[in-house]
């Protein structure tokens, strides 16, 4: 299904969750002289305008990113990356991952991002063609079992899928240990959304009881509005960077006074 789109819910609790996070460890992987690879399988277009009538149909960055801004200090990751994106396309824009990864990652580091979705794939090629991004318009499991392991070998996988199809949740263990097995020492992050009928239950279980050593981070929010289902958001992480469980926990804190 390529339905999904994210315009709508940019910018939202769930982005900055897993956003704050992910900027943390890419800036954390980054204070080694080393390159790394840097891989997403469901990028989206990597920039949304927080003004348009999509954002403010649903209101879900009014309740989110509007909200949270204040919790992170100038020079955390997140901040450094969203003042960046502000300074060059406005105030109203808000970056995916594919631009916050951008942002802070260094020239030697490589990008390959993945879109199905046709309008939202040439949405990122345009945006992303001044960061040396390769993007590839194709099945991004596909992606990643092929690119995997890559060159360089360190480096980080977002899988961050729409979960439009109810299976995502009974083949997606079963696929990220195929990569995993593939490329032992990637950090592999999962996002996941909490839904009030929990259907995320199993599958962490399951991948929980296959990856004991991983991390696994759930948050909880409000409803952006009445009868909206997203009540939080999940991050599972394989080989996760030294320092990260303290982020969490710091983050959790943020959350909790909601």
């Given at each position: 299904?390529?339905?999904?789109?994210?315009?709508?819910?940019?910018?939202?609790?769930?982005?900055?969750?897993?956003?704050?996070?992910?900027?943390?460890?890419?800036?954390?992987?980054?204070?080694?002289?080393?390159?790394?690879?840097?891989?997403?399988?469901?990028?989206?277009?990597?920039?949304?305008?927080?003004?348009?009538?999509?954002?403010?149909?649903?209101?879900?960055?009014?309740?989110?990113?509007?909200?949270?801004?204040?919790?992170?200090?100038?020079?955390?990751?997140y901040a450094v990356a969203l003042d960046a994106v502000a300074a060059s396309h406005g105030p109203n824009a808000y970056p995916g991952s594919p631009l916050i990864a951008a942002h802070l990652?260094?020239?030697?580091?490589?990008?390959?991002?993945?879109?199905?979705?046709?309008?939202?794939?040439?949405?990122?090629?345009?945006?992303?063609?001044?960061?040396?991004?390769?993007?590839?318009?194709?099945?991004?499991?596909?992606?990643?079992?092929?690119?995997?392991?890559?060159?360089?070998?360190?480096?980080?996988?977002?899988?961050?899928?729409?979960?439009?199809?109810?299976?995502?949740?009974?083949?997606?263990?079963?696929?990220?240990?195929?990569?995993?097995?593939?490329?032992?020492?990637?950090?592999?992050?999962?996002?996941?959304?909490?839904?009030?009928?929990?259907?995320?239950?199993?599958?962490?279980?399951?991948?929980?009881?296959?990856?004991?050593?991983?991390?696994?981070?759930?948050?909880?929010?409000?409803?952006?509005?009445?009868?909206?289902?997203?009540?939080?958001?999940?991050?599972?992480?394989?080989?996760?960077?030294?320092?990260?469980?303290?982020?969490?926990?710091?983050?959790?804190?943020?959350?909790?006074?909601?």
């Amino acid at each position: 299904m390529l339905s999904y789109q994210h315009s709508f819910h940019a910018g939202n609790m769930a982005d900055v969750h897993k956003h704050a996070m992910l900027a943390w460890m890419l800036s954390y992987l980054t204070r080694k002289d080393k390159p790394l690879t840097y891989m997403e399988t469901h990028a989206g277009r990597a920039l949304y305008d927080l003004g348009d009538s999509a954002a403010l149909k649903t209101g879900e960055a009014a309740q989110g990113i509007a909200k949270a801004r204040q919790w992170f200090a100038a020079d955390h990751p997140y901040a450094v990356a969203l003042d960046a994106v502000a300074a060059s396309h406005g105030p109203n824009a808000y970056p995916g991952s594919p631009l916050i990864a951008a942002h802070l990652l260094r020239a030697s580091d490589p990008l390959f991002l993945s879109e199905l979705h046709p309008q939202e794939f040439a949405a990122l090629q345009t945006v992303m063609k001044p960061h040396r991004a390769i993007c590839q318009h194709r099945d991004g499991w596909e992606m990643a079992l092929s690119q995997c392991p890559p060159d360089p070998r360190r480096g980080i996988l977002l899988i961050d899928p729409s979960f439009e199809v109810k299976s995502d949740y009974e083949t997606i263990p079963k696929t990220i240990g195929q990569i995993h097995r593939k490329w032992g020492v990637g950090v592999i992050v999962l996002w996941y959304p909490i839904l009030t009928d929990a259907p995320h239950t199993a599958m962490i279980h399951h991948m929980k009881q296959d990856h004991p050593e991983a991390l696994s981070h759930e948050v909880r929010f409000p409803p952006a509005r009445p009868g909206h289902r997203m009540v939080g958001s999940g991050l599972f992480v394989m080989n996760p960077p030294y320092g990260l469980e303290k982020e969490t926990a710091w983050l959790s804190a943020r959350f909790a006074k909601l």
